[in-house]
């Protein structure tokens, strides 16, 4: 069973959009790609017909790998509360005077 993926929900949002993007339009493409380059002939030696393939197996598992990410997510609540570190959280280290920022 894959682990937890803890992500803000930023990030989640960012891979809806990626995921949207790759089902509705770059598949889609490289589909259509596939199919003229199938109209034209001889697929082995069509380059345009292999590079198409090989684009949308890549479209393909980025998909995969998406939705189990997205499966698996759990969002990284921001916690408001001073005082308390938790995953996310950034903090203030104060070492001989001066100040670093750290998560």
Do not use: C, F
């Not at 697929?43 to 292999?50: G, I, K, P």
């Amino acid at each position: 069973m894959p682990d937890t993926q803890y992500m803000s929900q930023e990030k989640i949002d960012s891979l809806q959009v990626e995921l949207k993007e790759l089902k509705e339009i770059k598949a889609p493409k490289l589909r259509k790609r596939i199919d003229e380059a199938r109209q034209m002939g001889d697929l082995s030696e069509n380059a345009e017909y292999h590079t198409a393939r090989e684009e949308l197996v890549w479209i393909q598992s980025r998909i995969g790998e998406i939705n189990a990410i997205l499966y698996n997510a759990e969002v990284i609540a921001d916690n408001i509360s001073k005082g308390i570190v938790s995953i996310g959280s950034t903090i203030v280290v104060k070492v001989n005077g001066q100040k670093k920022n750290t998560l």
